[in-house]
C-alpha cells in the first residue's frame, strides 16, 4: 500500500498510456500496420520533447516558472545554423557550403550556443533575484525577445529568416539516427534523477520550491539554486533546438519552437510536478511526456483532417485537468466543490457548450445535430454534478 501511495501518479500514467495506446490501435489502422515505423517516430518525438520538459520541471520543482523554451529552441537554432553557415567554405559566387561541414565546425557552433544558453538562463536568475521580477514576466519578456533577436540576428549572419544547412550527419539525427535523441533523452534522464535524488543540492531545490523563506532561513543559497535551475532550463531547450534543427535540416525564427514552452509545461504538470514548487519526479515527467506525445499522436492519426488546430487544444486541456488534480490531492480529505454558487452553474454552461462545439466542428455526420446531442449529455451529467454539491452541502449544514 505504501509503494501504491507515493507512486500512485506514475502507475495511474502507466495506466493511462497503455489506454492511450489499446484505443488507438483500436480505431485506428496505422499503429497495427507499422508498429515499428510508430514507436521510432513517437520515441524520437517524446525525447525532443522530453530533454527540455527535464528543464522546466526542474525550474517549476524549485517554485519558479519558464515561458521561453520555445523562443529558446528557435534562437539556439538560429544560432547553431548560422554559426555553421558563417564558418563554412564559401563558393566562388560566395554561397556556404553546407552539404559536408567539418566536425570542428559542428563542434564550436553547438558549444557557442551552449554557452548563450548559459547567459540566457544567468540572464533570467539575474531579473528574478537581483531585480525581483516574478519568474513570469522575467520569462515572458524573454518568450517575445528572443524570437525577434533571433530574427535579427538570422538576417545579419545568413540575409534570411531561414537558414538551410544540408549536412547529411545532421540531416540523420531523428530520420535515420533516430536513436540519438532517445540516447540523450536517457542520458538526461539519469543524471535529473542522480542530481534531484542523490545530491544536496537536490534537496536544497525541493526545499527552496516548497518553501522559500525557511530555506533561506536554513542557510540554503537560493540565489545560485534558482541561477542553476534557470540555466538547466535554457540549456535542456538549447540541446532541443539543436536538434530540432538537424532534424528538419532547416530553421526559420519566427516559427521555431512556436508553443513548444506549453508542451514542457505540461509534460512536467501531467507528470506530477506541481506550479506551487517542491514537487515533482524524473520518472514522473518520463511517464508524463510520453503519455503527452501518445495523445497528439493519436489525435493526429483519429482525426487526421483537424489534427493541427486539435493539437493545441488537446494540451491545454491535459494541463487543465493535471493542475485541477494536483490541486485535489493537496486538499487530500477536504471535500472540493467543482461548480459552487453561480460561478458554478455558468461554467456547466460554458463547459457544455464548449463540448458541443467541438464535438460539433470535429465530426462529419450531421455535426450541428452530434454538436447539440453532446452539449445536453455534458450538461445533464455537469449539472448533475453540480445538484449533488448542493444536496451534499446543505445535508452537512443541517
Keep these: 500500500m505504501e509503494f501504491l501511495r507515493k507512486y500512485r501518479n506514475e502507475i495511474g500514467l502507466v495506466i493511462a498510456i497503455f ?4 484505443v488507438t490501435t483500436s480505431l485506428s489502422s496505422s499503429y497495427r500496420e507499422k508498429p515499428i515505423e510508430n514507436a521510432q517516430s513517437i520515441l524520437r518525438d517524446a525525447s525532443m520533447l522530453g530533454i527540455f520538459a527535464f528543464g522546466a520541471a526542474i525550474v517549476i520543482i524549485a517554485g519558479g516558472i519558464d515561458l521561453s523554451s520555445g523562443s529558446v529552441i528557435a534562437f539556439s537554432g538560429t544560432i547553431f545554423f548560422g554559426l555553421i553557415i558563417l564558418l563554412v567554405p564559401k563558393t566562388e559566387r560566395g554561397q556556404p557550403m553546407t552539404g559536408d561541414v567539418a ?4 563542434v564550436v557552433s553547438a558549444l557557442v550556443t551552449l554557452a548563450c544558453a548559459v547567459l540566457i538562463g544567468t540572464f533570467h536568475a539575474w531579473l528574478i533575484t537581483v531585480i525581483e521580477l516574478p519568474p513570469f514576466v522575467a520569462t515572458l519578456a524573454s518568450l517575445v525577445g528572443l524570437r525577434s533577436l533571433a530574427r535579427l540576428l538570422s538576417e545579419k549572419m545568413t540575409g534570411s529568416e531561414q537558414i538551410t ?13 533516430w536513436w540519438i535523441p532517445v540516447v540523450l533523452w536517457l542520458v538526461f534522464a539519469v543524471f535529473f534523477w542522480v542530481l534531484m535524488n ?6 536544497h531545490l525541493y526545499a527552496m520550491g516548497g ?13 545560485r539554486l534558482k541561477w542553476l535551475a534557470y540555466c538547466l532550463g535554457s ?27 506549453l508542451n514542457a509545461i505540461a509534460a512536467a504538470v501531467v507528470g506530477g510536478c506541481s506550479l506551487m514548487g517542491g514537487l515533482g519526479t ?8 510520453l503519455f503527452l506525445r501518445l495523445v497528439v499522436d493519436s489525435v493526429q492519426k483519429l482525426a487526421s483532417s483537424n489534427s493541427d488546430k486539435l493539437e493545441g487544444l488537446v494540451v491545454g486541456v491535459l494541463v487543465i485537468l493535471a493542475v485541477a488534480l494536483n490541486t485535489i490531492n493537496f486538499g487530500a480529505g477536504k471535500r472540493k466543490e467543482f461548480f459552487p454558487g453561480w460561478l ?6 460554458i463547459l457544455s457548450l464548449i463540448a458541443g462545439v467541438l464535438y460539433g466542428v470535429t465530426t462529419t455526420t450531421n455535426p450541428l445535430y452530434m454538436g447539440v446531442l453532446v452539449g445536453v449529455v455534458t450538461f445533464t451529467v455537469l449539472a448533475s454534478r453540480a445538484t449533488w454539491e448542493r444536496v451534499k452541502g446543505r445535508t452537512k449544514i443541517a
Excluded: C, H, P
Design 282 to 289: 524524473v520518472q514522473g515527467v518520463i511517464l508524463g511526456t
Design 165 to 177: 544547412v544540408n549536412d547529411e550527419t545532421l540531416l540523420s539525427v531523428g530520420s535515420e539516427a
Design 344 to 349: 458554478g452553474i455558468a461554467n456547466v454552461i
Design 103 to 106: 566536425t570542428w565546425i559542428l
Design 211 to 223: 518553501n522559500e523563506t525557511a530555506a533561506k532561513l536554513s542557510g540554503i543559497r537560493t540565489e
Design 235 to 261: 540549456v535542456t531547450a538549447a540541446i532541443s533546438g539543436i536538434l530540432y534543427a538537424s532534424y528538419l535540416g532547416s530553421v526559420g525564427a519566427s516559427n521555431a519552437g512556436l508553443g513548444y514552452e
Design 198 to 203: 542523490k545530491t544536496v543540492v537536490g534537496r
Design 19 to 22: 489506454a492511450v495506446m489499446f
